[in-house]
């Protein structure tokens, strides 16, 4: 008898204990591409003749973090520029993310990813050079506003030097 009613008081407990909430799979997969875009958009800025918008921009970040975006390509310009009478010329960028957390709420999310990314050099003197890559720890914070999601900010995971090529030091915008 004592047996049954323990066992019926465990069963009452687990069955009141809710689900753990389960993570929209739709909204995972937006912020994932949205993420992506942003990611491959600012790893082309050190690629020969490629720029973006303010409009670009706008169109992935919450207003308040579009002028320290500006900043940062501008940065990114300025280092292709200044390898581009060497004849180091990075001709392409390929990235992709892998989601490591992704934490939702009504007004915001908090995702940690991987970013591995492959960069492709033009020829120098003729010699075709091997492509260089990397992977970047990130958390990326964003807010909802209404049903789309705009990035507010991006940060390293573990903030130390050097950066990728295609990453400008925090510190300095």
Partial sequence: MLVSVAVAA???????????????????????????????????????????????ISMDFVPAAVEGVELEYRKLHQRRDAF???????????SEITIKKFTITKTG?????????????????????????YVYDQTVELERTGDAWKIS????ENPGKPYPTTVVDPDTL
């Fill in 84 to 94: 581009a009478p060497y004849g180091v010329l990075l001709t392409d960028t390929g």
């Fill in 153 to 156: 900010s991006i940060a390293p």
């Fill in 10 to 56: 465990l069963l009452a407990v687990t069955s009141c204990t809710a689900p753990a909430p389960q993570t929209d799979a739709e909204a995972k997969a937006a912020v994932q591409s949205l993420i992506e875009r942003a990611i491959d958009r600012r790893n082309h800025q050190v690629v020969t003749g490629f720029s973006s918008t303010k409009e670009e």
């Fill in 109 to 133: 999310a908090k995702v940690e990813i991987s970013e591995q990314t492959q960069l492709e050099h033009g020829p120098v003197n003729g010699v075709q050079g091997p492509g260089e890559g």
